[in-house]
DNA sequence: GTAGCCAAGGTGACAACGTCATCTGAAACT
DNA sequence: AGTTTCAGATGACGTTGTCACCTTGGCTAC
């Protein structure tokens, strides 16, 4: 932990830094209270540093998204390949996983699932390569892309495991769009439990319940 | 379809007009896109004129989710009380009601399902009594969660008449989040037909077969 | 009918924000 | 040592939400 002297070093704080302060703003307010000035503010640099390391705003976001998609990717993987869990236990808890970002981090969770805007190319400018050459190899919503689709394939794995491999894809979609329908009506505060005499936990249960019936009779 | 000459008759007419293009801006371009000087212009007023009808910005699209809340709801309403139905097709229908506005409105649809930012009082100025002054007897949110809440009765209805009283309010819960979850994935790009092998049509006649299957064996 | 009232609407102003162009200084390279 | 490169600072501009203040033309009380 030596002084950073290394304009390497710098630049890696720097952008870790402006990534956490992002993240917290996030989960304080929301996607409108994270302004580049006050993420700068945070960072300890001004407000313009942050389009050295981003392309905008968007792509704060995005990279903040993408950190995400990873972290809860690695939670899945660790419940898949933990052998002290029974099949079931681990399609629970990655249900739980993704449903529990929603009720900690609900800011977070609305820019993990936000719409794709941008479609791509479509403006042949020379911006494409100047996107490639910040960001890395490949722009920041790929990277984002291939971090959501690897807690997928995590998730697949657990549904086949549970389902048998035939019927594995089909289940899975129906169980991952239920799950993040759970979330986002828990979110938006329109799942009264009140009222449907219901709660996340049976949901969850019952979803878990229907798949294991399925694979056992297939 | 006389000249108007009252004034209630063209305030009214400002505020509908103004409903309108704060919906037709928010087809397009999603909440950002939703300027109050563009709303104003397209209303044939200036910029300052939706504070007249509304308390910010934030209450104009409260209230144009209140109006969509209101029409889906009629929707639902004429699915449940049609005669030439079945039950299974009146729920199907529901449920794809509600994922149509997905597929043809988006952004609409996550302004719909959007975080409950208005804890109750909290700020115990003369605000409250000034915004109930301005949006009727109360406030524009509670109109929209009114709106919203007729919806889902009427989606309970259906399901109890298919699922039985007993299970409807446990089943309505998981197809009422299960159909959010289909319409969210969908619009988010994290639902890729080609990696899951299904539709979305697919999925929601696996939700309507599940619980019209639980209904005849209860 | 006329004088006053009142709310819809217009106008100016302000702060905050995203974004870009330009500048600076120090590390990295030859 | 001289040059290049790039993270970061700074100034500026356009846009937006919001408020305070003003104007005007229907409405109401006498």
Known sequence: MGVMTTRAESAAATRRALLDAAAELLDLGGPEAVTLREVGARAGVTRGAPYRHFTGKDSLLTAVAAESWERIGDQVHALRTDPALSASEKLRGALRALIDVGRNQPHLYQVLFRRRANLPGQLGDGMDRIRRQLC??????????????????????????????????????LLLTSAHGIAGMELSGHLDTDKWHTTVDELVDTLVRMVTDAGEMT
């Open 136 to 173: 890395g190899p490949e722009g920041d919503p790929a990277v984002a892309d291939r971090a959501a689709e690897r807690f997928q394939d995590e998730f697949l794995d657990i549904v086949a495991a549970l389902a048998g491999e035939r019927n594995a894809r089909h289940y899975g979609a």
